[in-house]
């Protein structure tokens, strides 16, 4: 079950998706709204997330290589998402070209 409140928003996309630190990973939901962008892990105990990205705190999105074990690469289909205080967030997603587009479009 899902712990994230939309409140009035319009979710615009929604994937099943797996969210990388390093060598950890998580398998979630990834939702895009007009003004958020949402990660939920489906497994609480390894505590990836929940992340909530401001879109206007999104300096750059590219696509980068997800890989296992932090090391070795697994899939093209991941995109790499850096704000403007210098963090970043690594997801690996279905259709990454559209999660670009949608992501440098909104922001």
């Not at 994230?4 to 929604?14: K, L, M």
């Not at 929940?50 to 705190?57: G, K, M, N, R």
């Not at 093209?76 to 997603?93: G, R």
Request: aromatic residues 10%; hydrophobic residues 40%; proline residues 2%.
């Amino acid at each position: 079950m899902s712990t994230i409140d939309f409140g009035d928003e319009t979710v615009v996309r929604s994937t099943f998706a797996t969210a990388q630190n390093g060598a950890f990973s998580g398998d979630g939901q990834l939702s895009l709204t007009k003004s958020r962008l949402y990660f939920e892990a489906s497994n609480k105990i390894f505590e990836m997330g929940p992340y909530e990205i401001a879109l206007t705190d999104i300096e750059k999105v590219e696509k980068c290589w997800g890989t296992g074990g932090g090391i070795l690469p697994v899939t093209a289909d991941a995109i790499k998402i850096e704000l403007n205080n210098h963090k970043s967030y690594k997801f690996m997603v279905a259709d990454s070209e559209a999660w670009i587009e949608l992501l440098t479009e909104t922001h």
